[in-house]
Nanobody, 115 residues
Framework: QVQFVESGGGLVQAGGSLRLSCAAS????????IAWYRQASGKQREWVAR???????NYREFVKGRFAISRDNARNTVYLQMNSLEPEDTAVYYC?????????WGQGTPVTVSS
């Protein structure tokens, strides 16, 4: 069973940057790729960025041009570079497979953007 461990979150001022890391244990192939998700307080979890197995990337409109997802295969780690952060980006960020079945959800890494 693959496990994901997220890290890199924190408190940042609006306009700042953070880089999140998602370390995976075990093979992550066969689920169409890895995605970053986020869940703000009182809201449903939503996907933010996806890195598909073929190497292409998808972004939600509200992060396009500000966030970038990438992968280091040697480290079995996926990153989310977040620039020009906005208070609306405040949430707990998680990584998991693009497609079902998902692995167990990790604890995520909290991101707080102050105005």
């Amino acid at each position: 069973q693959v496990q994901f461990v997220e890290s890199g979150g924190g408190l940042v001022q609006a306009g700042g940057s953070l880089r999140l890391s998602c370390a995976a244990s075990g093979s992550t192939f066969g689920h169409n790729g890895i995605a970053w998700y986020r869940q703000a307080s009182g809201k449903q979890r939503e996907w933010v960025a996806r890195l598909l197995d073929g190497g292409s990337t998808n972004y939600r409109e509200f992060v396009k041009g500000r966030f970038a997802i990438s992968r280091d295969n040697a480290r079995n780690t996926v990153y989310l570079q977040m620039n020009s952060l906005e208070p609306e980006d405040t949430a707990v960020y998680y990584c998991n497979f693009v497609s079902l079945p998902w692995a167990y959800w990790g604890q995520g890494t909290p991101v707080t953007v102050s105005s």
